[in-house]
């Protein structure tokens, strides 16, 4: 009798762990490239790299409030999904914007993959780090792997769909007040590249603007704190 008790218990969990597995990578596995233009008419391009969502769709939501702050700015807004047929050295973009789902507290495959192999030298680039609510080890590790890449990083957030993303604010979902952090990031970050880009040209470029960006939270730093 115990021994056909044990030989059930043993059997269950033998079965829990291969589901386990199988529903990680079914979920971290890439998908093929997709490049879609996602409106826009401005002359300065963004670039929206992304691992799409299989489950919840919350970095596919992500990227289209990133898309529109940043047409909100007059960027032209291209969106690619990243696996290993995705060029690794994006050109042409004033600014790149990277999502990544977080699983077992690190940034999916497709997005660790992509950036081992990316040559992003100097590119002005923001990132998401989304998830449930633990999310804080897989954002220092994706802000490594970004700055691995040679990209200038902005600023990254975290963004989640278990927590309260704006801390005492009970009049939105946890995923609406995530669209409108993303939103407001992508916005800022591209009017901040615009000012310095009009500095240029006018031959001011010396002309220190500040830090980008009002609304995020770097790392160390409570989510109620914005950058300073």
Known sequence: MWKWLIFLMLALLVIAVLCIIGITVWVQAETPFRRERLGGAGRAKALILYHPSKDAHFSDDITMALASGFEADG??????????????????????????????????W????????????????IAIMAGGGNTRRAQLVLMREIQNSGASLLTIRELWMSRANIPDTKSDSNREQAMQIARQIAQDAGRQLLMRAADKAA???????GEVLLHTQPIGRPPHETAS
């Not at 995705?86 to 690190?106: D, H, K, L, Q």
């Not at 497709?110 to 680039?125: E, I, V």
């Open 75 to 108: 960027f032209a807004v291209e969106r690619w999904s990243m696996s290993r047929h995705t060029p690794t050295r994006p050109r042409g973009f004033a600014i790149i914007a990277v999502v990544s789902n977080t699983f077992f507290w690190a940034p999916d």
């Open 110 to 125: 497709p997005t660790q993959d992509y950036l081992d192999r990316a040559d992003l030298d100097g590119q002005s680039t």
């Open 203 to 209: 031959g001011r470029a010396g002309r220190d603007h």
